[in-house]
């Protein structure tokens, strides 16, 4: 029997109050990794009306500034108006920092004279801390993720485009969108409903009245964020789709005056919009050795690859660490009954080919160096907008470079049971 449903995700903009922290956060971690690329990094902030606080545990061997980074990384978003009551300029910025952990850094110190690519050194870090963490792809979008996060973080992303060339020069930085598709037999047939909630001016130009004022953001929204996100889509907005602009009736008070906000507080945004199930660990702020970022990372990368690979429409990776111990504690696949071979077979494939020791995993993906080789920044732009298929940046973990390599092991592996089974 055919079924139909709806399923919704959304996103933020980079203005958003979680978002300005996970995005400083993450500047921090880029300053710090450009400088030290061995600092341990767990950076929070939080925001409020008028108030940055940073804080957490780091230690490092770099000298920065750490209000300057958040004074900077503010004006970037585009608070610089102190009307709004948060700004670059005006704002105040607390810090209070400790060191790691003694406790914590044992279980990831090393022997410094031990070779960085070394199966020596693999084996002998351990992870961070302990957790799960979990990796998916499907076959929706040609990024290989779900379509609804996919189209919640492109109208986000233009929602902000859109502020920033001035084309809507009464927008301001905070804003949410909110996608739901219209599923038949687990694929995307339609879009049932568009959310854009978005900061604003009072009045824009001679509107003052406020029904008026909301009557053109949403016709303005519509021909500038919505039609141009759609464009090279299969899938489209028709005459059925429900177009939601401002509910409440106006967005005029938003970012931190509106709401607070706090570092790690959207990690369904930051993943697969609550498609996939998802570990609990928030990635911003943190460094590598932090299996919450890296490994999550890591499980992305193979889940896109079998995707990739033709073995599977979709595939869920679940890893899980034990504080201080380098080899996953546990590797759970699951491809949801549409895979080409069998869950245990492709799971075997996946623990020969794929290196998942924290260690291993910041040595494939370079992910200390990345800072410092990408003129001080990388963190902080996967830090808004999803740190999963982006086309728009080139992640090590987006890459599909062992596609063609599983296709080729799977038939290997299908041959050899085929003729074990005929023995």
């Not at 341990?40 to 980074?69: P, Q, S």
């Not at 040609?142 to 060339?165: C, D, F, G, N, Y």
């Not at 998942?356 to 963190?379: C, K, M, Q, V």
Request: proline share 4%; charged share 25%; glycine share 8%.
């Amino acid at each position: 029997m055919s079924r139909r449903y709806l399923f919704t995700s959304e996103s933020v903009t980079e203005g958003h109050p979680d978002k300005i922290c996970d995005q400083i956060s993450d500047t921090i971690l880029d300053t710090l990794l450009t400088q030290d690329p061995a600092s341990r990094v767990a950076a929070e902030v939080v925001v409020n009306t008028g108030l940055v606080l940073i804080t957490g545990e780091i230690t490092t061997k770099a000298n920065v500034n750490y209000v300057n980074i958040a004074r900077k990384k503010i004006a970037e978003i585009g608070y610089i108006d102190a009307d709004n009551g948060f700004s670059a300029n005006s704002t105040s910025v607390i810090v209070a920092l400790d060191e790691q952990s003694p406790d914590i850094a044992q279980g990831v110190n090393t022997a410094q004279e031990t070779r960085q690519d070394s199966e020596e050194l693999f084996d002998t870090i351990g992870a961070g801390d302990q957790g799960l963490m979990f990796g998916f792809a499907c076959n929706e979008t040609p990024e290989l993720m779900p379509l609804p996060v996919s189209l919640a973080h492109r109208i986000a992303r233009r929602l902000a485009a859109v502020r920033k060339t001035g084309d809507l020069p009464y927008l301001r930085p905070d804003g949410k969108t909110q996608v739901t598709v219209t599923y038949e037999d687990g694929r995307p047939v339609g879009i049932d409903t568009i959310l854009i909630s978005t900061q604003h001016t009072a009045t824009i130009g001679n509107i003052t009245d406020e029904a008026a004022v909301q009557a053109k953001i949403k016709q303005d929204l519509w021909t500038a964020v919505v039609e141009p996100v759609f464009g090279d889509l299969e899938i489209k907005p028709d005459q059925e789709t429900r177009f939601l602009v401002n509910p409440t009736g106006k967005f005029v008070v938003g970012g931190p005056q509106g709401d607070s906000g706090l570092t790690g507080r959207k990690i369904i945004v930051d993943t697969y919009g609550g498609y996939s199930r998802h570990g609990g660990g928030a990635f911003s702020g943190k460094d590598p050795t932090k299996v919450d970022r890296s490994a999550a990372y890591a499980a992305r990368y193979v889940a896109k690859n079998i995707v990739a690979a033709g073995l599977a429409e979709k595939c869920e990776v679940q890893l899980s660490y034990a504080i201080g111990v380098a080899r996953p504690v546990s590797i759970f696949l699951d491809t949801f009954g549409t895979g080409t071979i069998d869950d245990d077979t492709l799971l075997e494939l996946v623990k020969q080919n794929f290196e998942l020791r924290p260690a291993g995993i910041i040595h494939t993906f370079n992910l200390r160096n990345l800072p410092s080789e990408r003129g001080g920044r990388f963190y902080q732009d996967i830090a808004a907008y999803g740190h999963f298929g982006r086309n728009d940046l080139d992640l090590p973990w987006e890459r599909t470079d062992k596609a063609e390599f599983l296709k080729q092991a799977a038939s290997h592996a299908m041959s050899d049971a085929i003729a074990q089974a005929l023995k």
